[in-house]
């Protein structure tokens, strides 16, 4: 007997039932059948008005007639309604009824006249006819050729037919009805659509690509469409899809797949046929019995006809499928990889005679992706429905970027070894490059493939093509945060990479960089059992005790000198407890409590009959005394003297606090808990309070307050003494069923209970992270704190921000224990039977330079860059009168504050001694923070920063002065003012005199003041002066312009001179980037485009290299004389507003409105570290001081800050092989041959380790 | 069995489900919620056996979860529940379970007693993570569960129609119940039983619209309104969706 229900797959029942079957039978849409419930409908019904509504209401359904009618008669048969007549002779004459009829012009059948035939498939035959009756219309006729189960098709129809009847969509042509011929063949009657197939339509308008899509995404919307109302086509081609005169698709055969296809896997054939081609069919619809089909199948022969339109074939060829058999076939379709649309094209190209133009059109490889993620093999790699499908299209359109990607490295890897197993390594380039469509365009390759004649070479490229596959890789997984994995492709990359020394350097600094973003492993134990609980550290000693699963005896693991492990020799103890000095530890089992001396391992107390119910120990101070629970009272034990003394109180059964100060015992019980005095008579501070029920009580700080959580969910904070209500956090009770835990951070300052977000008692309106796991550790520092999330990995969140640093730990089996050490240096984590003791990154990249105006705002910097004056001035808060001066090595003030009056606007150092210059506004209405456009008022006063007196009266000036230069070697102070005035002021003299007066002033920059710049040229003859409607170049010499203004024309945000070559980037009319050569006064070269506001303008400091950044959001960097660009577009989500050359010239770094600083590659475009985050708003300026040993980061808002470069490139003291052996120890993963990533097993992985301790120690 | 075809349900309103009244007085009589629940041991066994290893495992976790169901806190939990008995059941074996883990655990190893609150999800989450035969063993139970309802459901059918004499119609007319499978065609049954065609499709109509009602009154014990009668329905075919 077969095991397998034939209908649907299901296995059955011991009784040989298929429950699936079953059930299916009372659902309410398919538990009758059209004519049960017509039969039911007309029982409401006089009984001679039955047959005519049978008949009024079955159409031309000649099934659900008959059977309608047999059941009428059986149920007269069985005697009916009582007394009433019985209709069995006119049943009787209706079943007889029935006419035969053949098909052609003119045929009447049922009330269908055919009148044309339209077409002829593998199906059947389409007609055009009319309709006569209460409907009279034109419609197809579609006739299904002999063979097919008549009954079955109508009835798989009619199943669908109330969904089908429910669309309504201008794109999808309805089908109106099933039914059969008298010669018993089924037709269906559908909606006459005058039209031309998709690719018919395509070719014969030749669209182009853009109209094409246009009209694609329209398909898409009836589709989907169609979807929601819960009908898949399942037989999409382009004969399907009709376009009529006017470009409005139809789809039509909705709902005729599904009623023609056999579900049986014998008659595989018949549906092949039925289908005609299996071109457009899916993987999972070639390879199951039709059953396991949802819209998915729809997406991907969606993407196999656009596949076919933008290429001309579809992605199999159909001749070839027709040859073949069906298992073939299946095969084919199921697991070969078509190539992408553009090197289909390009083989045809190849192929055909290359001087014919190609019919199809080249397009970018976003199209690529997206056709290719729709007719993914694997239905979840596909679009989740026609709607992304369309969307990801308009994307394409609309040049943005699209959500189909390439795949990931591994997956494309392994697919190309397993299709290249026998292949060169110069096919296998090409191939991969083709495929991949990474670092080559087509023409490219086609030269590689020319010039590679030498295998050797090939092999080379091969191996770095590899090696910038691993780089991406790693730089995806960096973008999900996935640091570690990141590290492991960056450290593989630098391997294979190895003979190039720009790709070595890169990913070495890269695996540096991304390692040190997270923990390192500095120990680990494998326990030999699969669960270790408790874990204990040792307040003064890195040592742990640790409670293993099924062994008799806890364990110390002991790091303090080298890791070593020995038993302590208390049997199945309970509670373990270091004593404050860390010399000894208390432990108790059911019956004794021992002390434990330590590093000795010796028993040097015990102390006997104890309660079963044994609730922690509790250390006194001095660690002289302990609290333990006794037979049923607590005791007072003394180990040294072997005293005990019994207390009145009970002992706790669940919980024991002593306070820090020692004069306040907390005992939780199942349901209370109690406050005391912790001296005899042990008094009770306040009534008991009811807890929930088995939760945790804690003392907070030094031990005045203490918070449980009450029996209503809520965490409540009390005071000690009176037991009062301090502060009442709300919470629920989630899904515990054994009671809850509560923590608290060692001053009390953080709570946190599972299920609940981190409460920050300081801050009421802090929304911190919802911490979701049965074990929470806070460093003790409260710098951070780790929990477990699902039981499978711990995060750990950075305080106060809340934020997640990082996840250690992914397994299967939970983590049931994580402890910081004492010294919060180390995090100690049991994750299997394997406890990890990891040490904790240095995050202390960024040195915060604490002015006590911490308002952000641009700053100067003295000529040797050891000191710097805050200039603030944001428009929202423009009131800094004053300022001072601080040291860049530790951020301490260098003088006291000064200024006078006014909004400070601009400052300057004018030697590298203490004088310094201030442009300061009076403008009256300056601090309101309007946009000004008025010249405004103001003087320039000179100061000594370190006796913070003014050293010159204030200097007037004609209007608001903005801009402040010092000339290279005369005594001359340049300052542009923003009623277009240009001076100098005389340091010897301070008297100021006119050179030049624009017509057009600077107006703000938005919100940042920051219009209006000027600086000499190195030789000192030229004055460039710049801003919001400002650009020109005065010749001191000759005293005229050898860059005139231009008024509103020329706005420039940033430019940058070097010897005697000036670059600007030049917007508001005809955004360009133009050269000019201060020597000759011509344009060095012809100007760039550039398409947007060009925010960044730098010339790297050899001159060599030009740094373009802004508002096109593709920075970039070019050999500017040769006109080469070093490296793809460095895409940014907002504008950068700062960037500049790393050192070596070979990286970038970039700032602006995104909330971090990021680091990229030159010549890959890929980030070179992980961003630094910052929290001051926009980045206004990134400069590289003090001989490239930090970054001076300038924020909107925040302190200036310095990054250290050194620490942000830290260098890896390991060798390129231990580097990938500690990357796969922290992923816990491997890169496999095949260019997978592959899961280490515990015993991997403990092999790795010590391979790697072998290598390290 | 003679009744008019039409009333496929009784009049009135939802009745109070035997899962409702049991549910209300776990407490004062827990032995109806043991002979209820008793029902589907098999479903509760298919649900351990994914979680244990053996049999006798399997065996030991779904006996002791039947002797914590009768315990005052399984009662309690019965009496709180206002679910349906199917979700019930799989809650508590699934809260069971893991309290048994981590019971055995804490009695064994003390510095177990500090981790107090794990949640159903956690533990599924883990085994899920487990592929067991492909099924997890919540959809392992959902299947069980409907095979022993639909098992129950046939087994009243046939006794209803065997009491009535009508047991080889019902014997031949049971493979009808479902529409669309491999079944003779009427024609031949009503040779076979000395009926005629319409008499037999008569009756095939009305052996489907009993069944039905069955299933739904045998659903309707477990639920606790009408509304999830539906709902319970669905969720159990879904159960058989891949």
Known sequence: ?1257 | MNDNPTSSQAPGAFPATRWTLVREAATSDPAALTELCKDYWFPLYCYARRLRDNQADAEDLTQSFFAHLLSKDGLQKAEQDRGKLRSFLIRSLQNFAIDEWRHAKRFKRGGFAQIVSIDAQEAEERYLSEPVEKLTPEVAFDRAWASQLLEDVLNKLSQSYHQAGKGPIFEKLREQLVPGGTQQPYALAAAELGMSEPAVRIAAFKLRNRYRDLLKQTIAQTVSNETEVEEELAHLRAAFVN
């Open chain 1, 1 to 1257: 007997m077969s095991t397998i229900c034939e209908r649907c797959g299901t296995s059955l029942s011991p009784k040989g039932h298929c429950p699936k079957c079953l059930l299916e039978t009372a659902m309410p849409e398919s538990s009758q059948s059209r004519a049960e419930r017509l039969f039911q409908a007309s029982l409401a019904l006089p009984t001679e008005e039955r047959i005519q509504f049978i008949e009024n209401s079955v159409g031309d359904d000649r099934e659900a007639l008959t059977d309608a009618l047999l059941l009428l008669q059986g149920y007269e048969e069985e005697g009916g309604d009582q007394g009433t007549p019985t209709l069995g002779s006119a049943i009787n004459a209706r079943l007889e009824m029935g006419a035969t009829e053949r098909e052609e012009v003119g045929t009447i059948f049922n009330n269908f006249r055919l009148v044309r035939r339209i077409g002829e498939g593998g199906m059947g035959t389409v007609w055009e006819a009319e309709q006569s009756g209460a409907v009279s219309r034109q419609v197809a006729l579609k006739v299904i050729k002999l063979g097919m189960d008549t009954r079955e098709v109508v009835k798989r129809f009619e199943r669908e037919r109330q969904a089908l009847a429910l669309m309504n969509h201008p794109s999808i042509a309805q089908v109106f009805e099933a039914g059969a011929t008298a010669m018993g063949r089924p037709y269906f009657v559908m909606e006459l659509v005058e039209g031309r197939a998709i690719d018919v339509y395509h070719r014969k308008k030749r669209l182009s690509n853009r109209e094409l899509i246009e009209l694609f995404i329209e398909v898409c919307g009836a589709i989907e469409h169609a979807h929601q109302k819960g009908i898949i086509h399942r037989d999409l081609k382009p004969s399907n899809i009709l376009i009529n005169e006017e470009g409005i698709p139809k789809v039509i055969d909705f709902g005729i797949a599904r009623a023609t296809t056999e579900s049986n896997h014998s008659n595989y054939t018949l549906q092949a046929q039925v289908l005609g081609t299996p071109a457009y069919m899916s993987p999972e619809q070639a390879a199951t019995d039709g059953e396991d089909i949802d819209t998915r199948t729809d997406v991907y022969s969606l993407g196999v006809v656009l596949y076919e339109l933008l290429t001309g074939t579809p992605p199999f060829d159909p001749e070839r499928l027709a040859k073949t058999g069906v298992l073939e076939m299946q095969k084919i379709i199921r697991e070969e990889q078509p190539p992408r649309p553009s090197t289909q094209i390009a083989r045809a190209k190849l192929k055909s005679d290359a001087t014919t133009p190609s019919p199809k059109q080249p397009f970018g490889s976003d199209l690529d992706w997206v056709v290719m993620k729709a007719i993914s093999k694997e239905r979840e790699r596909r679009y989740a429905s026609t709607a992304a499908l369309a969307e990801d299209l308009r994307r394409y359109l609309a040049h943005e970027p699209v959500t189909a990607a390439p795949p990931t490295l591994s997956y494309q890897l392994g697919k190309f070894f397993q299709r290249n197993k026998a292949a060169s390594i110069a096919a296998a380039l090409i191939l991969l490059s083709l495929i991949l469509g990474l670092t080559f365009s087509l023409q490219q390759t086609h030269r590689a493939q020319v010039a590679l004649a030498g295998e050797e070479r090939a092999r080379r490229l091969a191996v770095l093509t590899i090696a910038d596959l691993y780089t991406q890789s790693g730089a995806e997984a960096a973008a999900k945060g996935q640091d570690e994995v990141a590290t492991l492709w960056f450290a593989k990359a630098a391997l294979t990479a190895r003979t190039d020394p720009a790709r070595l350097d890169a990913n070495r600094t890269r695996v540096a960089a991304w390692r040190n973003q997270f923990s390192q492993p500095v120990a680990v134990f494998d326990s030999g059992e699969d669960y270790v609980s408790g874990l204990i550290w040792n307040a003064t000693q890195d040592a742990l005790i640790v409670f293993i699963e099924n062994e008799y005896y806890p364990q110390v693991w002991d790091m303090s000198e080298s890791p070593k492990r020995w038993t302590i020799p208390v049997p199945d103890a309970d509670h373990a407890s270091w004593s404050p000095d860390g010399k000894r530890l208390a432990l108790a089992n059911l019956h004794n409590a021992f002390i434990v001396d330590y590093p000795g391992g010796d028993v040097i107390a015990t102390l006997n009959t104890l309660s079963p119910a044994a609730a922690p120990l509790a250390w006194s101070a001095d660690g002289k005394t302990l609290f333990i629970p006794g037979t049923e009272n607590l005791e007072r034990w003394v180990p040294e003297t072997q005293e005990r003394h019994s207390t009145s109180i009970p002992a706790p059964s669940r919980f024991l606090h002593l306070s820090q100060t020692e004069d306040t015992l907390l005992l939780v019980m199942a349901h209370t808990l109690e406050v005391r005095e912790a001296t005899p008579p042990f008094a009770l501070r306040h009534p008991p309070q009811p807890i929930y029920e088995k939760s945790q009580a804690q003392l907070l700080g030094k031990g005045h307050q203490y918070a449980f959580v009450s029996p209503d969910g809520h965490t409540l904070v009390c005071d000690i003494f009176s037991g009062n209500i301090i502060e009442n956090h709300a919470g629920a009770i989630g899904p515990h069923f054994r009671g809850v835990k509560l923590w608290a951070s060692p001053s009390g300052r953080y709570l946190a209970r599972d299920n609940h977000a981190l409460i920050d008692r300081t801050r009421p309106d802090f929304s911190g992270p919802i911490l979701n796991g049965f074990e929470i550790a806070f460093a003790p520092d409260e710098s951070q704190l780790a929990a477990q999330v699902g039981g499978k990995q711990i995060v750990s969140y950075e305080l106060p921000s809340g934020e997640v640093i990082e996840t250690v730990g992914d397994s299967h089996l939970p983590q049931l224990a994580v402890r910081y050490s004492p010294d919060s240096r180390l995090l100690a984590f049991s994750e299997h039977g394997l406890v990890r003791i990891w040490k904790l990154p240095d995050r202390d990249l960024v040195q915060q330079i604490d002015t006590d105006n911490p308002r952000g705002g641009f700053v100067a910097l003295s000529p040797s860059e050891d000191r710097l004056l805050p200039l603030g001035h944001v428009r929202e808060d423009a009131s800094r009168k004053t300022t001072r001066v601080y040291r860049t090595s530790d951020g301490e003030p260098a003088g006291p504050p000064f200024g006078a009056g006014g909004i400070i606007m601009n400052g300057l150092f004018l030697t590298d001694g203490d004088l310094v210059a201030l442009a300061v506004s009076t403008t009256p209405d300056r601090t309101t923070g309007k946009m000004r456009v008025d010249p405004g008022s103001g003087f320039v006063q000179i100061w000594n920063s370190r006796t913070g007196q003014a050293v010159s009266e204030p200097i007037e000036v004609p209007s608001e002065p903005r801009g402040l230069a010092r000339h290279p070697y005369k005594d001359l102070l340049a300052v542009a003012c923003a009623g277009g005035e240009r001076l100098e002021i005389d340091l010897d003299t301070y008297q100021a005199s006119t050179l030049y007066t624009t017509p057009q002033g600077f107006s703000d920059n938005g919100a940042i003041s920051n219009s209006g710049r000027c600086r000499y040229s190195p030789d000192g003859r030229h004055l460039i002066t710049w801003g919001f409607w400002s650009h020109e170049v005065w010749d001191r010499d000759r005293h005229e312009f050898l860059l005139p203004p231009r008024p509103q024309e020329s706005t420039v945000f940033d430019l940058s001179i070097t010897d005697h070559i000036l670059a600007a980037g030049v917007v508001v009319k005809n955004d360009r980037v133009e050269f000019l050569d201060l020597a000759t006064g011509k344009p060095a070269r012809a100007n760039f485009p550039y398409n947007g506001w060009c925010m960044v303008c730098r010339l790297s400091p050899s001159g060599e290299r030009l740094l373009l950044a802004g508002g096109d959001l593709r920075s970039r960097v070019l050999d500017w004389k040769n006109d080469v660009r070093l490296g793809p577009d460095i895409r940014t989500p907002q504008s950068p507003l700062t960037g500049t050359f790393l050192p070596d010239e070979k990286g970038i770094v970039l700032g602006g409105y995104d909330p971090e600083i990021t680091f990229s590659e030159i010549r890959s475009g890929r980030p070179l570290r992980p961003p630094v985050p910052h929290y001051g708003g926009w980045v206004l300026d990134l400069q590289v001081i003090n001989e490239g040993k930090n970054l001076l980061i300038t924020t909107q808002y925040a302190n200036p800050a310095l990054l250290s470069l050194e620490k942000a490139f830290p260098v890896s003291p390991h060798s390129l092989e231990q580097d990938l052996l500690l990357a796969e120890i922290h992923a816990n993963a491997t890169i496999s041959e095949n260019g997978g990533l592959e899961r280490l097993t515990r015993q991997q992985w403990l092999e790795k380790w010590q391979q790697y301790q072998k290598g390290s120690f």
